[in-house]
């Protein structure tokens, strides 16, 4: 495994992550998901990804149960705004934040979370909502310690590193390198950490999908 310092925090990670979006998936033994989180670490893997809404939660509570023993031996980044429900809700707001963060860390059971994002803000809720004083209020108490958003859009994110975001995780593979035009240069700029999401193009590029065999109808290329 190959470790970076993510950009300006300081904060050193595996260059691979772990994306937590499945843990915790229902209809599933809930015994198989710490395993994969072991099995991840023994390879080496630092960094890890969730959400409040992965799973209403259960995505953090996974990691949280393996990593909360030994909060210094990894770094988590999870993020909030999105309705933890079935049906999806996006709430920026000062009040919804704190909430959100505040069930984040308790679900980690760690002593702070090194990265909290805001869940695919648009420019106009970047501009517009109060969660500036969520992240100022998180980050006095000990709750976040680097703050940042995924984007929704490069524009979106653009617009966060210009608030004074710390990182971004965007969307970024060889189908889509548009990050390149004006995103990524103001991250080096600013030296903002990037995560990368969707590397693969949702599995277009990983081999799974077959030139001339029809997509699967529970695929989300058939979108």
Same mark, same amino acid.
């Given at each position: 495994?190959?470790?970076?310092?993510?950009?300006?925090? *300081?904060?050193? @990670?595996?260059?691979?992550?772990?994306?937590?979006?499945?843990?915790?998936?229902?209809? @599933?033994?809930?015994?198989?998901?710490? +395993?994969?989180?072991?099995?991840?670490?023994?390879?080496?893997?630092?960094? &890890?990804?969730?959400?409040?809404?992965?799973?209403?939660?259960?995505?953090?509570? @996974?990691?949280?149960?393996?990593?909360?023993?030994?909060?210094?031996?990894?770094?988590?980044?999870?993020?909030?705004?999105?309705?933890? !429900? =079935?049906?999806?809700?996006?709430?920026?707001? =000062?009040?919804?934040?704190?909430?959100? !963060?505040? *069930?984040?860390?308790?679900?980690?059971?760690?002593?702070?979370?090194?990265? /909290?994002?805001?869940?695919?803000?648009?420019?106009?809720?970047?501009?517009?909502?109060?969660?500036?004083? =969520?992240?100022?209020? %998180?980050?006095?108490? *000990?709750?976040?310690? /680097?703050?940042?958003?995924?984007?929704?859009?490069?524009?979106? !994110?653009?617009?966060?590193?210009?608030?004074?975001?710390?990182? %971004?995780?965007?969307? /970024?593979?060889? %189908?889509?390198?548009?990050?390149?035009?004006?995103? $990524?240069? $103001?991250?080096?700029?600013?030296?903002? !950490?990037?995560?990368?999401?969707? +590397?693969?193009?949702?599995?277009?590029?990983?081999?799974? &999908?077959?030139?001339?065999?029809?997509?699967? =109808?529970?695929?989300?290329?058939?979108?």
């Amino acid at each position: 495994m190959r470790y970076t310092t993510f950009g300006r925090t *300081g904060l050193t @990670v595996s260059r691979l992550s772990m994306g937590c979006n499945r843990l915790g998936d229902p209809g @599933v033994d809930p015994a198989q998901w710490p +395993p994969l989180v072991r099995r991840a670490l023994d390879l080496g893997v630092t960094f &890890f990804d969730s959400s409040e809404n992965y799973n209403e939660g259960r995505s953090e509570a @996974v990691l949280g149960a393996v990593t909360g023993d030994n909060p210094g031996a990894v770094v988590i980044a999870t993020k909030g705004g999105f309705s933890a !429900g =079935a049906d999806i809700v996006r709430d920026y707001s =000062a009040e919804s934040i704190i909430r959100a !963060g505040r *069930g984040s860390l308790e679900r980690l059971r760690r002593p702070s979370i090194e990265l /909290y994002m805001l869940h695919s803000p648009t420019v106009a809720q970047l501009e517009n909502d109060t969660w500036p004083q =969520a992240v100022e209020t %998180l980050k006095a108490e *000990g709750t976040i310690q /680097y703050f940042g958003i995924s984007t929704s859009s490069h524009a979106s !994110g653009v617009k966060a590193i210009e608030m004074g975001a710390d990182f %971004l995780q965007i969307e /970024y593979d060889l %189908l889509d390198p548009s990050a390149e035009d004006d995103l $990524l240069p $103001l991250a080096r700029e600013r030296n903002a !950490g990037i995560m990368i999401r969707t +590397p693969l193009a949702r599995g277009l590029l990983s081999g799974k &999908f077959r030139a001339g065999e029809a997509i699967p =109808a529970e695929q989300q290329w058939r979108r």
